[in-house]
C-alpha cells in the first residue's frame, strides 16, 4: 500500500480563508458599518452614471475595516455601473509593498489596462515615470469609463505626496479624455493630512470618512457572522467573546481579532485537538501582536534588522526611562553584531539613515536631548513596540542568527 501523507492530518478548518485578513465577505457578514458604507456609496455614486466620482479620503485605526468596507464597495460600485452600461475598472495598492512612484504607477496601470481594447503595453522596467503615466492614462482611457484607484496604508507609501498629487488631478490636468478617475485614499492615520500639502488635500479631500474603532460586541457579532470557516461543534463554547474581549482592549481592533481567531484554530491543528479550546486563545494572542511587529520588520533589509535588534536588545536590558538608548550605544551594538557574523558594518552615517527608516515605519521614535552643558544635545532612541516581541520578530525574519 502506497502511503497516504494526508491521511492523518486533521484540521479544524472549513474554510480557512474566511479568516484570513484579505478575505471580502460580502455585506451579511459586514457588521456594523453601515453608515460608512453609505457615506462612500454616496461619495462614489455618480460613477454608476458613467461621471466622475469623488475622490476619498479614508481614515481609522488599523482594524477598524477600511480596507473590506472599500473592497466591498467598489465592488458593488462596478456591479452597479455595469448594469447601467458603463465600464468600471478598479486598481487597488497595497502602499506598504510599493517601493516608489513608478512602482505603484506601473501596478495601477497594469490592472486598469486591457491590452485588446487599449493596443497599450505595460513593461515591468525600462520607462521614465512620467512615461509609465503616459501609459496609464492611455489604458484607462480605452479599457474603462470610469478608473478607481485605491492607494491602501497610503501613508506608507515614499511618494505618496508626488502620487496623490498627480492622481487626484489627473481630471483638472486632463490628462484623461476619454474617462475619469476616482481616488481612494486610505490610511491608519487620523493626521495624515497634517502632512500633505494643500493642493493635494484640496483635490484628495473632498470626502473624508472616518472609521471608528468597534466595541467589544460588534468584535463578537464579525467573529460569530465568520464561525463557519470552522466545522460545526469544533469552537468551545465562549470562544468568540474571549477573542473578542482580548482583541478589544486596547481599542476595538477587528484585524486582531481575526488573526486570533485563526491562530487559536491553528494551534488546536498543531496540537491534534478536534476542538478549539479556551485555552488556546493566550498563545493566539501573543502569535498577533507579534506578527503586528514581524509585518513591519519583514520588509527591511538585514542591516536594518541588525540596527533594530541592537535597539531591542538594549531595551531589553534596562529601564530606558532613567537611562535611555543613545544612537551611539546602538551603533556600538549594531558593529559588535557585525562582527560576529562577520559581515562588515555600515558607517554610522548609513545606520543613522537606517533609523530614520525604522522612525518613519513607527518601529523606534527619536528625541534630541540636551547632554548637558559643555556635551550639546543627543539623540535617543525609543523602541515603539515590547523588546522580547520585537527581538523575537528579528529572529524569525533572520533565522540564521
Ligand atoms: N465590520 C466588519 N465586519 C466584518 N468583518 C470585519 C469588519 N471590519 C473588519 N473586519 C475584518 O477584520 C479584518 C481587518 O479589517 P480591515 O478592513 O483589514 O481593517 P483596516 O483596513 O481598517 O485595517 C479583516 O479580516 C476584515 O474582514
Ligand atoms: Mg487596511
Redesign the pocket.
Known sequence: MPKDFFGGISSVFKNKDMVQ?D?V?DED?????DEELESLAQSLYPATNGSKPSNCLVY?K????????VKFITQKLKEKAGENGYSVGIAYVDCSQSSSETDAVIRIAKQLNDPDLSDVRIPDTGLSTGQFYQRAWKAMDATHDISLIILDEIDKHHAYDDLLMTLSRAGEANKLTDSSLGVIG?S?KPRFTDKLNERTVSSLGERRHV?PPYTANELKE?LE?RKDAFYDGVLEEGITARVAALSAREYGD??K??DIFRYAGEIANENQSETVKDEFIDEAFERAERDEILEIISTLPHHSTLVIQSVAALAADRDTEKNPITTTEAYNLYQRKCSIEEASPLSERRVRDLLEEAEFLEIITRNTKAAGKAKGSRTIITLVDDPEKTLEACKLVEPND
Open positions: 485578513i478575505y465577505v457578514r459586514i457588521i456594523g458599518r481609522g488599523p482594524g477598524t475595516g477600511k480596507s473590506l468596507s486610505i491608519n472609521f464579525i457572522a477587528a484585524r481579532a481575526m
